[in-house]
């Protein structure tokens, strides 16, 4: 049987020094490659904090992340970024594109930032998983020219154009309407089944929890419920 692709072990997370705040309280959590699972929770449970940890932008204050097949643990603050953009991709509620960039521009920016320059092979990968998205006849317009389900899928395909093994998405749906709800969560799943990519979805929209494969509740810092369909 192969590896997981994360593996969180035993992970508390405290803030404050005077006073201390725990949002984790010793998280355990597994997901193997090709999973398509929805995180969910109330606010204030932890599921933001876990999803920071689990994408390598914060540290537990105790605990092992094994992402990969590595432990993340011992990694430097470069390592640590220079395996992020490697193992992970991210989609976010609000997109975070640039805007005065194009699309195809946004695609490229994980690769051009890891690599300190733009290549044409670069905007050839970009341009093909604009493509994969539908919207090739959009990848030299401004994202600010874009309605708010097509920079959705642009930030898709940024997440996806270096074939990352997961992916966090973060209410990626939470700021659309009914609609491009749909399609987005179509096309997400569509590249869960064609690629193998694994998705780790935080929502609060319980239609889109229930048609993953597996839900996860998180509530005062610990996984309350698993259920795989």
């Given amino acids: 049987m192969a590896d997981p692709i ?6 508390i997370r405290e803030y404050g020094d005077r006073v201390r ?5 010793g998280v355990d959590l597994m997901l193997d490659q090709g999973e398509f699972a929805a995180l969910i929770g109330p606010s204030g449970s932890g599921k933001s904090t876990l999803l920071n940890i689990v994408g390598l ?4 204050t105790s605990g092992r992340v094994i992402l990969a097949g590595l432990d993340t643990s011992n990694l430097d603050e470069r390592a640590l970024t220079a ?9 976010f509620q609000f997109h975070h594109l640039l805007p005065a960039f194009t699309a195809v521009e946004n695609v490229m920016l994980p690769e051009w930032a890891d690599r300190g320059i733009a290549t044409r092979e670069m905007r050839v990968r970009a341009e093909a998983m604009l493509q994969s998205v539908g919207l090739s006849d959009r990848a030299q317009f401004k994202t600010t020219d874009l309605s708010g389900g097509q920079q959705q899928r642009v930030a898709i395909a940024r997440a996806l154009v270096r074939r990352p093994p997961l992916v966090l998405a973060d209410e990626p749906t939470g700021n659309l309407d ?3 709800s749909e399609e987005i969560f179509e096309l997400m799943r569509r590249f869960n089944r064609e690629l193998g990519t694994t998705f780790l979805i935080v929502t609060h929209d319980p239609r889109i929890a229930d048609r993953c494969d597996r839900t996860i509740e998180i509530v005062d810092g610990l996984v309350k419920s698993d259920h795989v369909r």
């Fill in 6 to 11: 994360l593996s969180v072990q035993q992970v």
């Fill in 21 to 25: 705040t725990r949002a984790l309280a």
């Fill in 57 to 60: 932008l914060d540290r537990p």
């Fill in 83 to 91: 395996f992020r953009a490697r193992t992970l991709g991210f989609v």
């Fill in 178 to 180: 009914t609609n491009s």
